[in-house]
């Protein structure tokens, strides 16, 4: 009896998981990007996103910034040279 009673509350966990999960918004600013579980602030460009992907997406970002400031750089030094 316990055991069916434990696997009813992990699947009644199970059942409310997505529905928690699923409030994921991404708010770009004109200063900064912002991942957050309410609606966006007026003002910012509001996206609903998958919060398995937020992460994917915000590491994504991240490589992308740093390499821009990279050939930014390579740049400035074969102009400089």
Do not use: H, W
């Amino acid at each position: 009896m316990k055991k069916i009673v434990s696997a009813a509350l992990y699947l009644g966990f199970l059942a409310c998981t997505p529905s928690i999960a699923s409030d994921l918004y991404r708010c770009d600013t004109a200063q900064r990007t912002v991942y957050q579980a309410t609606q966006c602030e007026i003002g910012a460009a509001q996206k609903a996103i998958d919060p398995q992907n937020a992460r994917r997406e915000q590491i994504r970002k991240s490589r992308d910034l740093e390499r821009e400031q990279k050939r930014q750089k390579s740049v400035t030094a074969t102009t400089a040279g």
